[in-house]
Structure formats: structure tokens, C-alpha cells
Nanobody
Framework: QVQLVESGGGLVQPGGSLRLSCAASGFTFSQYAMSWYRQVPGKERELVAS????????NYADSVKGRSTISRENAESTVYLQMNSLKPEDTAVYYC???????????WGKGTLVTVSL
């Protein structure tokens, strides 16, 4: 059974930091590129950051570039998103995504809510 379980969300004040985690199981984690997406009500889900299957080639949305770091630990089947200098506009549900570029298989987690507010 494939699972992507996000954790680490919560309420944080502007300027604060959070570290999101996504624990994967049920598939060969090291064969999948991993990404974080976010979505607010009424808007499309947007890509925040991605990292290749071997941990290279990180990419970031302009809105989080310089404030966020994506990383992965293949031995633990976990991907992380460290977010610093958080802004109210970072408030969203953050989703973990796994994609195998050879087979086209994609998995999604159920999301974790990040709220940036006083």
C-alpha cells in the first residue's frame, strides 16, 4: 500500500520557520523524484520545490527561492522542506508528490496545513 504522509505543519508567526516532512512507503522511494506543492482555497495547486531521485537538481518556485530548502534521505524514504522567513502568503495546505519519470506513476499525500499568522 502506497503512502505519503506529511507532517510538520502548524501555526507559525511571520518570520518564523517550519520543517515539513513526508514519509513514503509502499514503493521504491529512490526511483522517484519528489516535490512539494501547496494549495489555497480557490486557487490551483502550485509547485513549491522539487528534487531528483538521487537528491540533486533542486528547483524552487520564485516565491520561496532563497527561503526554502528541499532535501531527501533515501535511506529513510523521507523528503523534507525547510521553510524560513515565512510570510502570511505562505499559508496553504502543503502536499507531498512522488513522480517516476520513466513510468509516469504519480503519488500524492493528503497534505499538511501551514498557517502563517500573528
Amino acid at each position: 500500500q502506497v503512502q505519503l504522509v506529511e507532517s510538520g505543519g502548524g501555526l507559525v508567526q511571520p518570520g518564523g520557520s517550519l520543517r515539513l516532512s513526508c514519509a513514503a512507503s509502499g514503493f521504491t522511494f529512490s526511483q522517484y523524484a519528489m516535490s512539494w506543492y501547496r494549495q489555497v482555497p480557490g486557487k490551483e495547486r502550485e509547485l513549491v520545490a522539487s528534487i531528483s531521485s538521487f537528491g540533486g537538481s533542486p528547483n524552487y518556485a520564485d516565491s520561496v527561492k532563497g527561503r526554502s530548502t528541499i532535501s531527501r534521505e533515501n535511506a529513510e524514504s523521507t523528503v523534507y522542506l525547510q521553510m524560513n522567513s515565512l510570510k502570511p502568503e505562505d499559508t496553504a495546505v502543503y502536499y507531498c508528490n512522488a513522480r517516476n519519470h520513466y513510468t509516469g506513476v504519480v503519488y500524492w499525500g493528503k497534505g499538511t496545513l501551514v498557517t502563517v499568522s500573528l
